[in-house]
């Protein structure tokens, strides 16, 4: 008698996954060209700064940290806005307002019009829509995660710096045509990214929100403030911000123009290789089904970039100036993912994109601190000596937060 054909598993047929995952390929495709975009905007912006412009250290460091200022001022109305509004909305909104800014940055410098108060302004603007962007865009990644968040949250930051990488490099060939070349590309870049959002199902609600936006804010602090796993957490994450960020995106670009002699392709390069480490040290994070032991990662992963500040100090052929930014970005990998999965499992669906903001805040928010001091840090003893001295108190606040706090013992 012929045997029954065999009666596909409720869920697993193809149809099925394909529709259960659908939503997280939208969103990364969205993730993606965003990501994109934003290494292009690394490049430019700091391309603008130091070639078109041949500023010195200090305005160096004033530039990026004007662009960098909005994630301090906003990343927590962010958090709260997002916690509140439609967050698909919300980011596709952010995709046009993004596309505009560098669109019009291309038309300046067209003109001529090039200037410190028109870059500045500039900056602000590309930094407000990332603070509003980066809660929304986080807490989206839990509604479209399915139940896996751990691989999803390593799989967004493979994305992520995959496409940082290919935008690195994008913005070098495109800055060869020109610099207005490369802004409208990356203004195009980024308005396809609008386009992928449409399809995302609308997030489902978490529940009535009551109370203003400060109110809410404060909610978010209370909730860190008062959780012996995220407050610890929350402050080496700012350490991070504070001793890392200016040394990538002013001392490392000084680095490549004064000692190295170099131009916009060698600072695509040197800008596309830390998120290669960081796509290296993702892909490795997948292939091994998430990490055990987050907390001690995440403290060995700080150790892991203040080292590699602290050689940057040597002064190596640019060969080896290059490997030490991949290192760096090996180690940036395992930081990331530690901490947004620590803070992810953490929080509340009901404070979730508030929460995230703050470590994005301490991430993000130390930024415009951090590019303004490596600026003039860089113009006293210069830039490689700048990095050692960021590299070797992290070095301290990693050994004492390993002893002091409950960090390395967090799964």
């Not at 996954?17 to 994109?36: D, H, I, K, Q």
């Not at 935008?167 to 203004?187: E, N």
């Not at 290296?280 to 032991?293: A, C, D, E, K, P």
């Not at 395992?334 to 805040?361: G, M, P, V």
Request: with cysteine; glycine share 10%.
């Amino acid at each position: 008698m012929p045997q029954p054909a065999p009666q596909p598993i409720a869920g697993r047929s193809p149809s099925a996954v394909l529709r259960r995952n659908a939503p997280f390929a939208w969103f990364a495709g969205s993730l993606a060209l965003w990501s994109t975009a934003a290494g292009m905007q690394q490049v430019l912006y700091s391309w603008l700064v130091i070639g078109e412009l041949r500023a010195n250290a200090e305005w160096a460091g004033t530039a990026q940290m004007f662009q960098s200022l909005p994630a301090l001022l906003f990343l927590l109305v962010g958090g709260a806005t997002a916690d509140r509004r439609d967050r698909r909305r919300m980011l596709m909104a952010l995709h046009v307002a993004a596309a505009i800014a560098a669109g019009a940055m291309g038309f300046v410098v067209a003109a001529g019009a090039l200037g410190m108060g028109v870059l500045v302004v500039y900056g602000l603007s590309w930094g407000t829509t990332q603070a509003f962007a980066q809660p929304a865009r986080d807490a989206l990644i839990s509604d479209v995660a399915g139940s896996d968040l751990m691989r999803a949250i390593t799989a967004a930051t493979l994305i992520q710096f995959v496409a940082a990488a290919v935008g690195s490099r994008v913005a070098g060939w495109a800055a060869h045509l020109g610099t207005p070349v490369g802004l409208a590309t990356q203004a195009l870049v980024v308005l396809l990214g609008f386009l992928l959002l449409v399809p995302l199902p609308r997030p489902q609600a978490t529940g009535a929100i009551r109370g203003g936006t400060i109110s809410m804010i404060r909610a978010g602090l209370r909730e860190v403030w008062h959780s012996p796993r995220l407050l610890p957490i929350a402050l080496l994450v700012a350490a991070d911000g504070l001793f890392y960020m200016g040394p990538f995106a002013v001392l490392c670009p000084l680095m490549i123009r004064d000692v190295y002699r170099g131009g916009v392709n060698d600072l695509s390069r040197v800008m596309m290789t830390l998120p290669l480490g960081t796509i290296t040290g993702s892909v490795v994070v997948l292939l091994r089904r998430g990490i055990r032991h987050k907390g001690r990662v995440f403290l060995i992963a700080l150790m892991g970039v203040a080292l590699c500040l602290v050689g940057l100090y040597f002064q190596p052929p640019l060969w080896g100036f290059m490997l030490i930014i991949f290192a760096w970005g090996v180690f940036h990998s395992l930081f990331f993912n530690t901490s947004r999965t620590l803070f992810q499992e953490a929080a509340r669906a009901s404070h979730r994109a508030r929460i995230l903001s703050i470590h994005a805040l301490g991430l993000l928010g130390m930024a415009p601190l951090s590019n303004l001091a490596a600026g003039f840090l860089a113009r006293l003893v210069g830039p490689s000596t700048a990095c050692a001295l960021a590299g070797g108190t992290m070095v301290i606040i990693v050994c004492a937060a390993w002893g002091l706090t409950p960090v390395r013992r967090m799964e």
